[in-house]
């Protein structure tokens, strides 16, 4: 048969392993990965307390060790709610902790009663797991993969049912024991899922870590790090989703590529540190700008590309010119180094079967039309690929010669 001390020693294992991998992910900066990690040393100190019951003092190694292990617990909860981006402390859970402390000195002391101690353990670990469950379940992420966040709450929530009915059975006194370490069979089944849940919630923590170091690294490679706007890679990944979808359901699908008007004089003038200022400024006024569903990136330089499912030239025309009046209205910076900004654009709409390059092709060809025309207008691309200027305040409609 399995034996208390056994299954102390593997749970103090598993929280060797973790504390290691959690320690490497220090410098990743990730929320809540100090708080796991010291959880993981207090759990481990805690948790040699508990094998020394019957050759120590019973304040270290019953008031301190049960005490120890309810930190540890709080703290691996305290580091999900930061991790989640919410308040880690609540002022009401160190009471507990505290009036936990006072009933385990009152049962061993005063009123010596192993069960009732083990009950008011249970009830307090029972708590944390089930809060710790909860608050993994509801930050569930929808757009990603979910695997970390379901297995951290399944343990979690495991730990909390086990707690949960040791604590109920020795409350109504079904089972009773003299000591902590009593090798009985309700004894062990119990402590191995009181204290197995710790190795399970120790692993998911690590889970959620690399997780999340997943993710920033992902972003990393889809998003232009200067401007924050999808990177060109990104981009055309998305583009080539939209043209198949386009194909598929017949719904129109519009392509602008847009490029910043005599930006090499920005940079030549003012130099490349007030360039990317320019760069940044313009992808934040216009992605702060665009609809729900449009698809906004930075193609490479001061070239950037916005993906219009479901809208007609005329409607992508219409929200290009509402771009162009915010971005010549936006302040940036202090007055006297404000830089009056201007964009060209080209637009064309998607045709069937077609690939995505012989539409970036023909936008393409529009822009550089809006650039030999004067620049700061729109081009678009017909029906009929006669490419024409599209109407801009202050400007009339006219014929351009075809590319």
């Known amino acids: 048969m399995v034996d208390p001390i056994s299954l102390l020693f593997v749970t103090i294992f598993s929280a060797v392993m973790s504390m290691a991998v959690l320690g490497s992910l220090l410098p990743a900066a990730i929320p809540g990965v100090r708080r796991w990690l010291a959880a993981s040393i207090v759990s481990i100190l ?21 005490e120890l292990l309810a930190v540890a617990v ?6 999900c709610r930061q991790f989640l981006g919410r ?79 040791r604590g109920t059975i020795y409350a109504i006194g079904l089972a009773r024991q003299t000591e902590l370490m009593q090798s009985t069979p309700i004894n062990i089944a119990f402590l191995a899922v009181g204290i ?26 889809n998003l232009d790090e200067l401007t924050g706007v999808l990177a060109r890679r990104a981009f055309l990944a998305q583009a080539e989703a939209a043209v198949r979808t386009a194909a598929r359901t017949g719904r129109p699908l519009v392509l602008a590529l847009v490029d910043i008007d005599h930006f090499k004089r920005i940079n030549d003038n003012y130099g490349h540190a007030k360039g990317d200022q320019v760069l940044a400024h313009f992808a934040s006024v216009v992605a702060g700008n665009l609809r729900a569903g449009d698809v906004f990136g ?9 993906l219009c499912p479901e809208t007609s030239p005329a409607d992508a025309v219409t929200l290009l010119n509402r771009l162009r009046a915010r971005v010549a209205q936006a302040e940036d910076g202090p007055e006297a180094q404000r830089l009056a900004v201007t964009f060209s654009a080209g637009v064309d ?34 029906a009929d690929d006669e490419i024409l200027a599209a109407r801009s305040p202050g400007s009339a409609d006219g014929l351009a010669p075809r590319r």
């Open 46 to 66: 805690a948790l040699a307390l508990f094998s020394a019951q019957g050759h120590g003092p019973r304040w270290l190694t019953i008031l301190a060790a049960n």
């Open 87 to 165: 308040r880690p402390v609540l002022l009401a859970e160190y009471v507990a902790c505290l009036l936990l402390l006072a009933g385990l000195a009152y049962w061993t002391y005063v009123a010596p009663d192993i069960n009732v101690r083990i009950a008011l353990v249970s009830a307090f670990h029972a708590y944390v797991y089930a809060s710790i469950g909860w608050v993994i379940h509801l930050a569930r992420p929808y757009a990603r993969r979910q695997y970390a966040y379901r297995f951290a709450s399944i343990g979690a929530f495991l730990g909390a049912f086990g707690h949960a009915g």
């Open 349 to 382: 709409h998607y045709r069937a079967g077609e690939a995505l390059a012989n539409l970036m092709a023909r936008a393409d060809a529009a822009l550089y039309t809006a650039k030999a025309m004067g620049r700061d207008r729109i081009v678009v691309v017909p």
């Open 74 to 79: 709080l703290m691996i909860l305290q580091g």
């Open 196 to 221: 197995l849940a710790l190795p399970w919630l120790s692993i998911g923590m690590v889970m959620l870590a690399h997780e999340r170091l997943a993710h920033r690294l992902e972003r990393l490679a």
């Open 298 to 306: 930075r193609l490479g330089g001061e070239e950037f590309a916005v």
